[in-house]
């Protein structure tokens, strides 16, 4: 359990770390604006309201069923990565079941964020590091777009590079970092250097 906990605080951490700095150049470079409207504090006082909302509605439920309980039946039966598409496949159609497909962007983005999520899942070794990077990306996405606190000019340049696409690669490079670190010897247990 404890590997989880530090795969959702390492998820979470390492997306900020990637989305803040990338978010900051874009509005340095006046490739996107954003610009609050009203309260600031009311503004935290979402943000604080989003965390946990989206972690038990969305990220945590999310993650278990498809990452953890389909992405983990199918990997008995198919190759690792064959297990990750599989995911897709189901969370794609569970999110067309319930409506989630309507608009034409979701079709772009939900099928990347279900092959990452997976991704994240299967080189992190558990389910904290999907949890973190899901908590972090709609929690931020909501709180900047959902809410009405923030006027966001260029909003997709936002979503796909800073809240998407780099942090993927970061993360991708870090947890095959931590991948490689894991041995399997013929009949030895798994080992952590």
């Known amino acids: 359990m404890r590997d ?3 795969g959702v605080l390492g998820g979470a951490v390492l997306w900020l770390l990637t989305a803040a700095p990338v978010t900051a150049l874009l509005l340095w470079l006046g490739v996107a604006e954003v610009r609050m409207i009203g309260d600031g504090f009311a503004a935290l006082a979402t943000l ?5 909302v989206v972690l038990l509605i969305e990220a945590i439920p999310e993650e278990l069923v498809f990452r953890g309980y389909v992405q983990g039946s ?11 598409v599989a995911q ?8 067309w079941a319930i409506g989630a497909t309507a608009a034409p962007g979701q079709w772009s ?5 279900a092959l ?8 992190g070794g558990n389910l904290g590091w999907p949890i973190g990077f899901h908590a972090a990306l709609m929690v931020a996405t909501q709180w900047l777009l959902a809410h009405g606190h923030f006027v966001v000019h260029n909003a997709m340049t936002i979503q796909v590079l800073a809240f998407v696409a780099l942090p993927s690669a970061v993360y991708g ?15 030895e247990a798994v080992s952590r250097e």
Do not use: N, Q
């Open 4 to 6: 989880v906990l530090r």
């Open 74 to 84: 199918a990997a008995r039966w198919l190759s690792p990565w064959l297990a990750v």
């Open 88 to 95: 897709a496949a189901f969370f794609l159609l569970f999110a």
């Open 109 to 113: 983005f939900l099928p990347g964020f």
């Open 116 to 123: 990452i999520l997976g991704g994240l899942r299967l080189m």
């Open 48 to 52: 604080a309201i989003l965390i946990p």
């Open 173 to 187: 490079m870090v947890l095959s970092t931590h991948a490689s670190k894991v041995k399997r010897e013929p009949g």
